[in-house]
Structures are given as structure tokens and as C-alpha cells.
């Protein structure tokens, strides 16, 4: 999964790796958005990294949120910030990079 949404996302491999380790559902939405990805693939994605979650009405309730905050992203807006993502990943590549 990491590696599709890396390719897909133009992102570095170990940028989505973070937001699926650290949580960062935020991240993952903007990506499945920005790439064009439907809500119930979105949802896949967010149920294959919640399928740690002991509470099933807790994972479903956080579900539904994610789905609120998926629709009423804007992918004009998702673009924008995968560009950010983008351009913020190459400029770590470069620090890491010695000269």
C-alpha cells in the first residue's frame, strides 16, 4: 500500500511509511484525495491501518469522521498540499544528500 500511494502521490516511500506508523490520518487523506482516489478506496486504506483497532464501533465512529473530513476536502485545496508535501520531501532528500 505505501508503495502505491508513493507512486501515485510522487512521494518519497518513508513520507507515507510516517503517516501510516505516526497516525497521521490527515496526511493520507489529502494524498487519496489529491491522487483522485474514490472514498471507498480512501476507506480501505484507513481500515487495512486501523486493523489494529480492538473497539469496532470506535474504529467505525473514527471512520465516519474521516469520511466527513474527506468530502469536504476540496481536491483543488488536497493538490495543493501534496505539492507542499512534495517540495518539503525533496528539500529533506537534499539536506540528507552530502555534498
Same mark, same amino acid.
Given at each position: ?17 510516517r ?5 497521521q ?9 489529491? =491522487?483522485? +482516489?474514490?472514498?471507498? !478506496?480512501?476507506?480501505?486504506i @484507513?481500515?487495512?491501518?486501523d486493523? %489494529?483497532?480492538?473497539? /469496532?464501533s ?12 474527506? =468530502?469536504? +476536502?476540496?481536491?483543488? !485545496?488536497?493538490?495543493?498540499? @501534496?505539492?507542499?508535501?512534495r517540495? %518539503?520531501?525533496?528539500? /529533506? ?7
Amino acid at each position: 500500500m505505501t508503495i502505491a500511494l508513493s507512486l501515485m502521490g510522487d512521494l518519497p516511500v518513508g513520507h507515507i511509511e510516517r503517516a501510516f506508523v505516526h497516525n497521521q490520518v490527515d496526511h493520507l487523506l489529502v494524498i487519496a484525495k489529491a =491522487i483522485g +482516489l474514490s472514498w471507498e !478506496t480512501t476507506r480501505a486504506i @484507513l481500515v487495512m491501518r486501523d486493523s %489494529r483497532e480492538s473497539n /469496532e464501533s470506535s474504529a467505525d465512529r473514527k471512520i465516519g469522521m474521516h469520511r466527513n473530513s474527506f =468530502i469536504r +476536502l476540496q481536491q483543488s !485545496t488536497a493538490v495543493s498540499a @501534496l505539492q507542499s508535501y512534495r517540495l %518539503r520531501a525533496r528539500a /529533506e532528500a537534499q539536506l540528507e544528500t552530502p555534498p
